[in-house]
Every structure is written in structure tokens, then in C-alpha cells.
């Protein structure tokens, strides 16, 4: 289908395409084109100054990726990372970050009329893009841009730093 024909369709017949994840119970989703990855939990470096749900750093192949505790984020208690936790590495300006989840499930596809914006006392979150209703169950669909609303800036020389370290390690490691 050319381009001007995929602009001239109606939005609610557009598929669009969420992975899924579980934080205790509750489904949430995010869209595809968001995440880049699914990795197993790693023991995060502590990140100074961060808030109580920035869990610290990973290194992602020289990369250096903030840790979120979405559980914490979003106002449950702070629990341990546990080794069967998984972390969602989502796309995000000025830099990507890993988010904790317990469980992530699948790749859905749905149609735009599906997704719902939130309603009643799901209104006024600053962190739902919408509401996906999939067979009995509510998925959470979460507005990527707005579940890290910090100022990455006042750490990236902390970032640089460990970037620098982990490519001369990587270096020395290789001459060896």
C-alpha cells in the first residue's frame, strides 16, 4: 500500500502493537516501536542523588541505562530485584532506560479504536497513554515520555564516565 493511501485511512483501523508486562497482577503495555529489547535482571549500580524508583545503572554493551522501578513509580512499596525479574530496555530522549518488571508476556496487536483514553479515576495519570481492553482484561497502556521525568543531565557526566570505564575494560579484556 502506498503512503499517501496508509495517511488517507481512518485511525481506528490502523493496527498498532504493544508489549505487555506484568508488575505483580496488573497487565501494563508499551508500544513496540518504544522497546528495544527484554533483558534478564542485573544487579543495578547505585545511581547517587536519584529518587527512591531510579534503582541505579546497567551497562548494555558500553551503554549505560538508568534502572526504573516502575512497582515504586507508580507508588507500591520497594521490594528487592529479584533474578526472575525482567527488565524492558525502552527508547527514550536524552537516553534509553531499563524498567523493572516482573513479567513480560507477549506482543499485542490492536486496532487504534481499541485503545480507550483513561476515564474515571484512571483520568488524571500523568503516565497512561490509554486503557486496551484484551479478551477480560484491562491493559494499562503507558505514555513512554512520561515515565522518566528527570533530568538525565545532571548525571551524564556520571553516564560518560561509566561508558569510558566499561570500553576500556572491554578493551583490556580483548588484548588479553
Known amino acids: 500500500m502506498n503512503q499517501s493511501l496508509q495517511e488517507s485511512q481512518p485511525s481506528q483501523n490502523r493496527q498498532r502493537r504493544f508489549v505487555s508486562f506484568r508488575l505483580e497482577e496488573d497487565a501494563f503495555a508499551l508500544p513496540l516501536e518504544r ?3 527484554a533483558l534478564r535482571m542485573v544487579a543495578p549500580v547505585q545511581l547517587p542523588q536519584a529518587p527512591s ?8 554493551h ?7 522501578d516502575l512497582g515504586q513509580r507508580f507508588g507500591r512499596d520497594a521490594k528487592k530485584p529479584r533474578p526472575e525479574q525482567r527488565l524492558l530496555v525502552m527508547s527514550q530522549q536524552p537516553r534509553n532506560v531499563a524498567l523493572l518488571v516482573d513479567q513480560v508476556e507477549r506482543v ?3 486496532h487504534e479504536d481499541r485503545l480507550e483514553p483513561p ?3 484512571l483520568a488524571g495519570s500523568q503516565v497512561l497513554a490509554g486503557v486496551l481492553k484484551n479478551n477480560e482484561e484491562l491493559v494499562l497502556v503507558l505514555d513512554p ?4 521525568p528527570l533530568d538525565w543531565e545532571k548525571h551524564e557526566e556520571t553516564f560518560k564516565a561509566m561508558e569510558q570505564e ?3 575494560r572491554e578493551e583490556l579484556e580483548q588484548q588479553q
Do not use: F, T
Not at 62 to 68: A, C, D, H, S, Y
Open 166 to 168: 566499561a570500553a576500556l
Open 35 to 37: 522497546v528495544e529489547r
Open 62 to 68: 558500553g551503554q549505560v541505562l538508568p534502572v526504573l
Open 119 to 121: 476515564s474515571g479515576h
Open 53 to 60: 524508583w531510579v534503582l541505579g545503572v546497567i551497562n548494555m
Open 108 to 110: 499485542l496487536s490492536a
Open 145 to 148: 515520555d512520561r515515565l522518566a
